[in-house]
Protein backbone atom coordinates (compact mmCIF):
# COMPACT_ATOMS: atom_id res chain seq x y z
CA UNK A 1 0.00 0.00 0.00
CA UNK A 2 1.75 3.39 -1.34
CA UNK A 3 1.55 6.27 1.40
CA UNK A 4 1.55 10.12 1.14
CA UNK A 5 2.22 12.03 4.04
CA UNK A 6 1.58 16.04 3.06
CA UNK A 7 3.49 18.78 5.78
CA UNK A 8 4.57 22.27 5.26
CA UNK A 9 1.30 24.13 5.53
CA UNK A 10 0.09 26.63 7.97
CA UNK A 11 -0.71 29.94 8.11
CA UNK A 12 0.66 33.18 6.25
CA UNK A 13 0.26 36.58 5.20
CA UNK A 14 -0.29 37.56 1.64
CA UNK A 15 3.08 37.74 -0.16
CA UNK A 16 4.66 35.59 1.85
CA UNK A 17 5.83 31.63 0.96
CA UNK A 18 5.68 28.32 2.11
CA UNK A 19 7.08 24.80 1.12
CA UNK A 20 4.70 21.79 1.18
CA UNK A 21 6.57 18.30 1.50
CA UNK A 22 4.53 15.32 0.31
CA UNK A 23 6.63 11.81 1.60
CA UNK A 24 5.32 8.79 0.42
CA UNK A 25 6.20 5.02 1.30
CA UNK A 26 7.14 2.88 -1.77
CA UNK A 27 10.10 1.35 -3.62
CA UNK A 28 8.99 2.67 -7.07
CA UNK A 29 8.58 6.15 -6.69
CA UNK A 30 10.32 7.58 -9.51
CA UNK A 31 7.86 5.13 -11.71
CA UNK A 32 4.87 7.72 -10.52
CA UNK A 33 3.68 11.01 -11.84
CA UNK A 34 3.05 13.41 -8.94
CA UNK A 35 0.49 15.96 -8.66
CA UNK A 36 -0.61 18.62 -6.14
CA UNK A 37 -4.20 19.47 -5.86
CA UNK A 38 -6.40 21.84 -3.80
CA UNK A 39 -10.10 22.46 -2.24
CA UNK A 40 -10.86 25.64 -0.73
CA UNK A 41 -14.05 25.98 1.48
CA UNK A 42 -17.03 25.36 -0.21
CA UNK A 43 -15.39 24.34 -3.43
CA UNK A 44 -14.46 21.26 -5.73
CA UNK A 45 -10.99 20.27 -5.36
CA UNK A 46 -8.66 21.21 -7.74
CA UNK A 47 -5.48 20.45 -9.83
CA UNK A 48 -2.57 22.81 -8.97
CA UNK A 49 0.74 21.16 -10.84
CA UNK A 50 2.22 17.55 -11.99
CA UNK A 51 5.54 16.63 -12.14
CA UNK A 52 6.45 13.42 -14.35
CA UNK A 53 8.45 10.46 -13.26
CA UNK A 54 11.61 12.11 -13.80
CA UNK A 55 10.84 15.68 -13.13
CA UNK A 56 11.54 16.73 -16.61
CA UNK A 57 8.14 18.09 -17.50
CA UNK A 58 5.35 20.10 -15.27
CA UNK A 59 2.36 22.07 -15.54
CA UNK A 60 0.45 24.31 -13.61
CA UNK A 61 -2.68 25.91 -13.23
CA UNK A 62 -3.48 29.26 -14.85
CA UNK A 63 -3.85 30.61 -10.92
CA UNK A 64 -0.67 29.54 -9.98
CA UNK A 65 1.80 29.70 -12.80
CA UNK A 66 4.68 31.93 -11.92
CA UNK A 67 3.94 31.52 -8.43
CA UNK A 68 4.18 27.72 -7.49
CA UNK A 69 7.36 25.40 -8.35
CA UNK A 70 6.75 21.90 -8.09
CA UNK A 71 9.68 19.43 -7.82
CA UNK A 72 10.65 16.11 -6.91
CA UNK A 73 13.56 14.04 -5.34
CA UNK A 74 13.83 10.48 -6.43
CA UNK A 75 16.20 9.38 -4.34
CA UNK A 76 14.21 11.08 -0.67
CA UNK A 77 10.47 9.64 -1.76
CA UNK A 78 9.24 13.40 -2.07
CA UNK A 79 7.34 15.98 -4.18
CA UNK A 80 7.68 19.45 -3.10
CA UNK A 81 5.12 22.21 -3.95
CA UNK A 82 7.57 25.80 -3.63
CA UNK A 83 4.44 28.32 -2.93
CA UNK A 84 5.50 32.21 -3.78
CA UNK A 85 3.55 35.25 -3.85
CA UNK A 86 0.45 33.35 -1.81
CA UNK A 87 -2.79 34.94 -1.95
CA UNK A 88 -5.58 35.19 0.16
CA UNK A 89 -7.57 32.93 -2.66
CA UNK A 90 -4.71 30.25 -2.03
CA UNK A 91 -6.02 29.69 0.76
CA UNK A 92 -7.21 25.46 0.77
CA UNK A 93 -6.41 22.02 2.06
CA UNK A 94 -3.67 21.01 -0.31
CA UNK A 95 -3.33 17.64 -0.99
CA UNK A 96 -0.60 15.44 -3.24
CA UNK A 97 -1.28 11.85 -5.31
CA UNK A 98 0.37 9.62 -6.83
CA UNK A 99 -0.74 8.41 -10.54
CA UNK A 100 0.60 4.80 -11.67
CA UNK A 101 -0.10 5.26 -15.23
CA UNK A 102 3.26 4.90 -17.52
CA UNK A 103 3.84 7.47 -19.84
CA UNK A 104 0.80 10.06 -18.79
CA UNK A 105 1.70 13.32 -17.37
CA UNK A 106 -2.03 13.90 -15.96
CA UNK A 107 -3.84 16.97 -14.26
CA UNK A 108 -7.34 14.96 -13.78
CA UNK A 109 -8.27 13.88 -10.09
CA UNK A 110 -9.50 10.75 -11.52
CA UNK A 111 -6.68 8.99 -12.83
CA UNK A 112 -4.46 9.32 -9.45
CA UNK A 113 -4.41 6.01 -7.55
CA UNK A 114 -3.55 7.71 -4.02
CA UNK A 115 -3.51 10.40 -1.98
CA UNK A 116 -2.51 12.25 0.76
CA UNK A 117 -4.73 13.24 3.92
CA UNK A 118 -4.16 16.74 3.12
CA UNK A 119 -2.54 20.07 5.04
CA UNK A 120 -4.12 23.48 5.45
CA UNK A 121 -2.87 26.74 4.07
CA UNK A 122 -4.12 29.75 5.53
CA UNK A 123 -3.34 32.81 3.95
CA UNK A 124 -4.32 36.07 5.47
CA UNK A 125 -4.66 39.68 4.03
Known amino acids: QVQLVESGGGSVQAGGSLRLSCAVS????????MGWFRQAPGKEREFVAV????????YYADSVKGRFTISRDNAKNTVYLQMNSLKAEDTAVYYC??????????????????WGQGTQVTVSS
Open 51 to 58: IGRSGGNS
Open 97 to 114: AADSTIGVVTTRQEDYDF
Open 26 to 33: TRTFSTYT
